[in-house]
């Protein structure tokens, strides 16, 4: 940075890699989506993709926390089975219950990481096994709590959140209110993370507890914090969800490795220091656009595993060998 | 992290880390008679009886033991159980009923967990892919090809191999014996070569194993590939037991995660370096017991799911709280 005269040729390489892939990953997924179905620019079209991808970016937007931190949170897909069956038991079919069976939710969602974040820094429990531990016990809840076999329906004014649309709005036509959600929840995160003292401490409790600690920041209550964050998004993905998938007890079944990738297409560094909420939403809305893609060509679901395993690989692969050559 | 570590100078003579396992092992023993007496059924506490119990958990000892080699090494496999489903299927799909086939069929099962070991070991310490993600990948790759040519039970053991899920020699199960012999050479081999202390060296600090003169690549894919190929015995076993192979037995054991809950358990730290086998043998003694302990008091399966998941996090913090490391 001393001599501030660089030729362009050497600011403009420098500057190249502040892109983050993951957009120009998701950029060629749109083509190749509006190329194989024009429909895509239409609102319906892309209003739905948005709508089908908001649970994920939701999630991701929680999982890059505790990832930037350092850990692990296996245990949201199991949340959103919990709060799916357990809005279905609350509500009980009374489209009344709602308004205070989604703080009920909520509050289980926050819990939840409280928990996992209380479990992780105080039994120094690795998160790994830490949160492993909460998605078999969260998914026999969910079991114990329904007798097995979920019953009932969901009132449509719990399933507003995820289902209903907004008419009559300009230029759009109309916007699902899971995408009002979606945006309001990642703007959210994005804001504590990117533009708060919150956030800078979360990065550097992931990259250095140690020197963390010593330079003063409570790295235990960080910690939970973002396990709290994420329990929160589980939950708020779990209510949105139970809009438009049904009550089952497998609705959040492969969630987590789904966020987790997610959020590692968009650069998240695993074992922490490392991650940004908008790149994970970026990544979010990739993993979407390949899965949407996958099925306009017809493909099987082996073969859609098959993709996200080579994809998931590559990424990182790719994420290393970039930072190899920018050396940090 | 070192820093916060070993701050006092660790006395002589008595260390906790060491015998936790043996402790927890008694612990769960003595609920185990406490239950059977308590309610009364004493039939349970036959020698019998209690090699039954072993005898359940055969194939997560296997798989454990591999287990216990990429975690020593820092690594993780997150791929085994659906390695362990690819090998019975494949497996029981070259027998198919015919006795001459046993041993190609051997061989083609410990080529592909050799060959998948190969794959994991060298995208991780080769592309530097952090391993979670890397086998992880791989899972959702084998998971993927399995599912697209198989989806119910496929091929036929013959007579002559289901021996080894059903032989006996003298009291004692064939496989039982096997497992023994396994765990007595995965022993001799961390204990006595100078592979196994390259194992500890690497796991410890690769880095300084590194500057040390060791081939560190080299271990860490070693590893991986002992690790495939335990889990390929497993899913050899697995065939031999259910007398065919099918797609779904290593998803349904869930043994990638208990294999891991099972090591931890059993003392082996998930960052490397410390832990053995006898540990992981123990891990897996107190999870057959835990189970039967349910079994007898007549617990209700949803019940004993979260109870489950909570003795996974006890038992990890039970040592765990002793550390003075920042974990995540």
């Known amino acids: 940075m ?49 709508k089908r991808a908001a649970p994920l970016a939701i999630l991701a937007a929680g999982q890059v926390y505790v990832i930037t931190s350092g850990g692990f949170d296996l245990s949201v897909g199991s949340l959103i089975t919990l709060v799916v069956v357990g809005s ?23 819990g939840v990481g409280a928990i996992n974040g209380l479990i992780v820094c105080f039994l120094r429990v690795p998160s790994l096994i830490a949160t492993l531990g909460m998605m078999i016990t969260l998914n026999g809840l969910a079991f114990l709590w329904s007798g097995g076999a979920p019953r009932g329906y969901l009132p449509d004014t719990f399933r507003f959140f995820g289902r209903e649309l907004i008419r009559d709005v300009p230029l759009v036509r109309f916007i699902p209110v899971s995408v009002i959600v979606l945006v309001v929840v990642v703007g959210l995160f994005a804001w ?24 003063g920041v409570a790295v235990n209550r960080v910690r939970i914090t973002a396990f709290v964050l994420s329990g929160l ?10 809009g438009f998938a049904g009550v089952s007890t497998d609705v959040g079944t492969g969630y987590e ?49 098959v993709v996200q395993g080579l994809i998931l690989i590559a990424a990182v692969a790719l994420a290393m060998h970039r930072r190899k050559q920018t050396g940090t | 992290m070192s820093i916060a570590e070993d701050a006092a100078p660790r006395k002589p003579g008595f260390r906790f880390e060491r015998w936790a396992p043996l402790i927890l092992l008694v612990g769960a023993f003595a609920i185990y008679v406490g239950i059977a007496l308590g309610t009364d059924q004493a039939q349970y506490l036959t020698f019998d ?22 975690i020593l090494v820092a690594s993780i496999d997150l791929s085994v159980a659906s390695l362990i489903s690819a090998t019975a299927v494949l497996a029981s799909v070259v027998m198919d009923g015919s006795p001459a086939m046993i041993l190609p069929a051997i061989l083609a099962a410990l080529v592909l967990g050799a060959v998948v070991g190969l794959t994991n070991g060298l995208v991780v310490s080769g592309l530097k892919v952090n391993p979670l993600i890397a086998t992880l990948g791989m899972s959702l790759i084998i998971q993927g090809c399995l599912s697209a040519f198989v989806s119910n039970f496929a091929g036929e053991v013959p007579a002559a191999f289901q021996v080894f899920a059903y032989g006996e020699i003298g009291p004692f199960p064939l496989a039982l014996i096997f497992l023994l012999a396994l765990a007595v050479l995965a022993w001799a081999v961390l204990r006595f070569t100078k592979f196994g202390s390259d194992i500890y060296a690497v796991g410890g600090n690769e880095e300084a194993a590194r500057f040390a003169g060791i081939k560190t690549g080299r271990i860490v894919v070693l590893s991986h590939v002992i690790c495939s190929v335990c889990a390929a015995i497993a899913g050899l076993y697995l065939a031999s037991r259910l ?15 208990e294999s891991i809950a099972v090591v931890v358990i059993g003392g082996t730290v998930l960052a490397g370096g410390r832990g053995g086998v006898w540990g992981t043998m123990a891990g897996m003694l107190i999870f057959s017991l835990i189970d039967s302990v349910f079994n007898i008091a007549g617990v209700d399966s949803f019940a004993k799911q979260v109870l489950r998941g909570i003795i996974i996090v006890a038992a990890v913090a039970f040592y765990a709280i002793r550390s003075k490391r920042i974990v995540a």
Do not use: C, K
């Open chain 1, 2 to 50: 001393t001599d501030r005269a660089d030729p362009s040729g050497a600011r403009e390489r420098r500057r190249l890699p502040q892109i983050n892939p993951v957009w120009v990953l998701l950029a060629a997924l749109i083509a190749a989506i509006i190329f194989m179905n024009p429909g895509f620019v239409e609102p319906t079209g892309y209003m739905n993709f948005l």
């Open chain 1, 88 to 110: 279905s038991m609350l509500t009980n079919n009374d489209p009344a219950a709602t308004y205070w069976v989604v703080p009920v939710m909520l509050g289980i969602g926050v």
């Open chain 1, 192 to 215: 504590l993370m990117h533009r708060t003292n919150l956030g800078r401490q979360v990065h550097a409790i992931g990259d250095n507890p140690v020197a963390a600690r010593l330079a």
């Open chain 1, 233 to 242: 998004s589980g939950a708020i993905a779990g209510i949105l969800l139970g």
């Open chain 1, 257 to 305: 490795l789904q966020a987790i990738t997610a959020a590692v297409l968009g650069g998240a560094q695993l074992l922490g220091g490392r991650g940004s909420v908008p790149a994970a939403f970026g990544g979010a809305l990739a993993l979407t656009a390949i899965f949407t893609l996958l099925n306009f060509l017809g493909l099987p679901q082996p073969v859609r595993q």
């Open chain 2, 49 to 70: 009886n209690l090699i039954a119990i072993l005898g359940r958990s055969i194939a997560l000892g296997i798989t454990a033991i591999g287990q216990t080699f990429v």
């Open chain 2, 243 to 257: 007398r065919s192979g099918a797609p779904w037995i290593g998803a349904d054991g869930v043994y990638d995660l």
